[in-house]
């Protein structure tokens, strides 16, 4: 009854906020998936504008660039590069959610959440990740559920408060102690 409801919903809204339907994004971030995934770093959605972490047009991945360059002292030429970097270290971004959140009200917001809790335990079984990191608090909950359902043990999860109303310095200190154990 959830997964029924969260794709009606979905279906809704992925015409209803702009007027116009929402491209997919998975061919997009097929392009950056590496072969063997180390680290699956976990969003919650995608804007309802379409930008993503692998667009490059946010604060989430000006954020976590900033976080790599810290950590390893150096500056990307431009997000493609950087990309390269997160792909060649068997990095990989998915998102709790494949369609946008924008705009939806805490209760239908919640249920989406829940609803797609199983396919992303699927897709976490098919990455094997070694490492996971979450990328915001309230999704903390859906994606160690996913994580149970998903049957496989992570050397380890980080949970990571996302860098919101001006928190980005912590943010980008926080994820940065955690890519000194990964890189």
Same mark, same amino acid.
């Given at each position: +009854?959830?997964?029924?409801? &969260?794709? +009606?919903?979905?279906?809704?809204?992925?015409?209803?906020?702009?007027?116009?339907? +929402?491209?997919?994004?998975?061919?997009?971030?097929?392009?950056?998936?590496?072969?063997?995934?180390? #680290?699956?770093?976990?969003?919650?959605?995608?804007? #309802?504008?379409? &930008?993503?972490?692998?667009?490059g047009n946010n604060r989430f991945t000006v954020d976590t660039r900033k976080a790599f360059e810290q950590t390893l002292g150096i500056e990307f030429t431009d997000n493609q590069e950087f990309f390269e970097f997160?792909? &060649?270290?068997?990095?990989? +971004?998915?998102?709790?959610?494949?369609?946008?959140?924008?705009?939806?009200?805490? #209760?239908?917001?919640?249920?989406?959440?829940?609803?797609c809790i199983p396919d992303l335990a699927k897709r976490i079984r098919v990455y094997q990740p070694d490492v996971i990191v979450i990328y915001l608090k309230r999704i903390w909950l859906y994606v160690a559920e996913a994580i149970d359902q998903s049957g496989i043990e992570p050397q380890a999860v980080y949970p990571l408060s996302f860098a919101e109303n001006g928190r980005q310095r912590k943010f980008i200190d926080n994820l940065s102690e955690i890519l000194t154990k990964l890189i």
């Open positions: +009854m959830v997964n029924t409801l &969260a794709r +009606m919903i979905n279906d809704v809204y992925r015409i209803l906020p702009y007027g116009f339907p +929402m491209k997919s994004v998975e061919p997009i971030k097929s392009v950056h998936k590496p072969d063997q995934i180390r #680290a699956l770093f976990i969003g919650e959605s995608r804007s #309802a504008g379409g &930008a993503f972490f692998y667009t997160f792909k &060649a270290r068997g990095f990989y +971004m998915d998102s709790l959610v494949l369609e946008s959140l924008t705009g939806v009200d805490k #209760a239908v917001h919640r249920k989406i959440s829940e609803s």
